[in-house]
């Protein structure tokens, strides 16, 4: 049958998972017209009958008869012998449909043709996986490990599209090996040529976000809300969380008793510690409650540059800037206010730094070297303790110590 390529075609095609029966038949007379055009310069005088599902197929050329020498365009005009030979009584003025046979396009145009179909099929697939997953984006999405390179993790779904987790998005913590099932937010899709690229994000404070909605029923249903997550990946989190009904406990209800809720969250995530905090609208209150577990004694808020003076005792302090300084960091992101830290009943310090205009940048260095960062830290110390733990000369250091002694008495 000359056909047997194209029905072969069809029949490939006409079960794909990401195409229905009338965009096939769109695709398939889009690709035949084409060839047509290319063949006989004009596609808009011929009748495509396309059957998908049997593979069947029918061209047919619409032409009007005209008298014998009187042809000017071939493919619109049929001299009248030439229609007799089709049906011996057609006269001048009638239209003729003559099939025509898909042999006669050649089989290089065949070929061709082919190939243009699959190309648009392929296109319209990824067009439709690109929709799919963008509805997708900022959701959780579950897919295997099919190969691990040096900066991504390339991953497949049940349908087998190809999702990136690149190095960069996941938790500093996490290692997987093939076959191994991961868990992350589609974070974008963009299509690159005609090819969707799907990234994954397990760093994302979206993820644990959408951690919540998924392992907590109350914040699933919507009595609990999440206001806003930050986080340091693998590290450290804040989630404050917040319900308009007065009996719900919204810290409690995330948390569970002695933590049952949020324990399979923190796993997730590689034992990230979360603060789950009650949100407020009070600003200075919500300072206090970002800087969680310390216990804050007074806050002083400058609203115009967004800065807050922050005042505990002096054990509270350490648990207020945290390890590596992440709680202090985080609680200024949950709060968007800068935060600094003063140990009450201690007289008033001056960052070192602050006369770079007067000390050599060299001279504050090598202080810092000591742990020495603060103009107090120094003062607090006698010249022959200073001399013997520094790298400087004696009279540097009187000439700082003179420095700093003035600017604190004005």
């Known amino acids: 049958m000359e056909n047997i390529a194209l029905i072969e075609s069809f029949s490939e095609f006409k079960d794909d998972k990401f195409i229905d029966r009338v965009t096939l038949m769109a695709i398939l007379e889009d690709v035949f017209r084409n060839a047509l055009k290319k063949k006989f310069g004009s596609d808009d005088n011929f009748d495509i009958i396309i059957n998908p599902d049997k593979g069947d197929l029918e061209i047919w050329r619409n032409r009007v008869v005209v008298e014998d020498g009187a042809v000017e365009e071939p493919n619109e005009e049929i001299s009248l012998s030439e229609a007799r030979k089709i049906e011996p009584d057609f006269e001048v003025g009638e239209d003729v449909s003559e099939e025509v046979k898909l042999i006669n396009l050649g089989r290089r145009a065949i070929l061709a043709l082919r190939q243009n179909l699959i190309s648009k099929i392929h296109e319209h697939d990824n067009t439709t996986i690109y929709k799919q997953f963008k509805d997708l984006e900022g959701e959780i999405y579950t897919a295997e490990v099919h190969h691990i390179r040096h900066k991504a993790i390339i991953l497949l779904d049940d349908e087998g599209n190809e999702i990136i987790l690149p190095k960069d998005r996941q938790i500093p913590s996490d290692f997987f090996r093939k076959g191994d099932n991961v868990r992350g937010i589609i974070e974008s899709v ?3 040529g005609s090819k969707p690229t799907i990234i994954m994000s397990r760093s994302s404070p979206k993820f644990l976000e959408q951690l919540f909605f998924q392992e907590i029923p109350e914040v699933f249903d919507g009595l609990i809300t999440v206001k806003k997550v930050v986080r340091i990946p693998g590290e450290k989190a804040k989630v404050a969380v917040d319900s308009y009904d ?50 804050v004694s007074s806050v002083k808020l400058n609203d115009e540059k967004m800065t807050a003076q922050v005042y505990l005792k002096p054990e509270e302090v350490s648990k207020a800037i945290g390890r590596g300084g992440h709680n202090i960091r985080l609680a200024g992101q949950l709060t968007g206010y800068e935060i600094d830290v003063f140990r009450e009943g201690v007289e008033e310090d001056v960052e ?13 260095e090598e202080f810092k070297k000591i742990g020495m960062d603060t103009a107090r830290s120094i003062l ?14 004696e009279e540097t250091i009187v000439e700082v110590v003179r420095i700093l002694k003035e600017e604190l008495e004005d």
């Open 352 to 364: 070192l730094a602050e006369f770079s205009d007067e000390i050599d940048a060299w001279i504050i």
């Open 190 to 192: 963009e299509l690159k």
């Open 246 to 295: 007065d009996r719900i406990d919204p810290v409690g209800a995330c948390v569970g008793m002695k933590g049952s809720r949020i324990h399979g969250i923190v796993r997730e995530l590689g034992n990230e510690n979360i603060d789950v905090i009650n949100w407020t609208a009070n600003p200075q209150l919500m300072v206090t409650r970002a800087l969680s577990p310390a216990r």
């Open 380 to 393: 607090e110390q006698d010249i022959a303790e200073l001399v013997k733990r520094t790298d400087l000369e």
